[in-house]
């Protein structure tokens, strides 16, 4: 993640545009490689973008998305959103973790594993993406941000690899 990026996120959360709105224009952005091949033409002239944008977008949003094509940052939307998402999830003192597993955790399971998130990042809630992954052999590898707990017998075997 660059600075440049998590500036453009933090300008978008501060403009207070509504989650749907966001989202709309993350999936018509994400959907559209074409539009965003367009967007992101420094060829094309900024008046033709800015008009594009307005034929598609809602109005909310429109000036944020002129400014990342008039600073040629448009290409950088997708993590853009991304950084926004976990800023919003920051705000409302949520965390998001992916569990990678082989045999999915029972309801029982996935609650320990919530609580642990939890209590290990002070927050009050945690977002858990489920993922099967049966290369792992068995076991599970649990991703916060930067952080892997990696408890599948392919991560053990891995290691003692290494080791060896």
């Known amino acids: 993640m660059t600075q440049h990026d998590m500036n453009y996120a933090k300008a ?3 403009l207070n545009i509504s989650a749907v709105c966001v989202q709309n224009s993350k999936d018509i952005i994400l959907e559209n490689r074409e539009l965003l091949d367009v967007l992101s033409d420094p060829t094309i002239k900024k008046r033709e ?7 598609i977008f ?5 000036n944020f998305l002129k400014a990342l094509c008039d600073n040629e940052s448009i290409e950088h939307i997708s993590r853009i959103f991304d950084i926004y998402e976990e800023i919003v999830l920051d705000s ?3 965390i998001k973790a992916y569990l990678s597993y082989v045999t999915k955790p029972d309801e029982n399971q996935l609650e320990k594993f919530k609580k642990f998130v939890c ?3 002070n927050k ?3 977002l858990l993406e489920l993922k099967e992954d049966s290369s792992l052999i068995g076991g599970f590898i649990l991703s916060i941000g930067d952080i892997e707990y990696d408890k599948s017998i392919k991560g053990t075997l891995l290691s003692l690899h290494k080791t060896l």
């Open 12 to 14: 978008l959360f501060d």
């Open 49 to 55: 973008k800015h008009a594009v944008i307005d034929s």
């Open 58 to 62: 809602d109005k909310e949003i429109r």
């Open 92 to 94: 409302k003192n949520i």
């Open 119 to 121: 209590n290990k990042y």
């Open 124 to 126: 009050k809630s945690v």
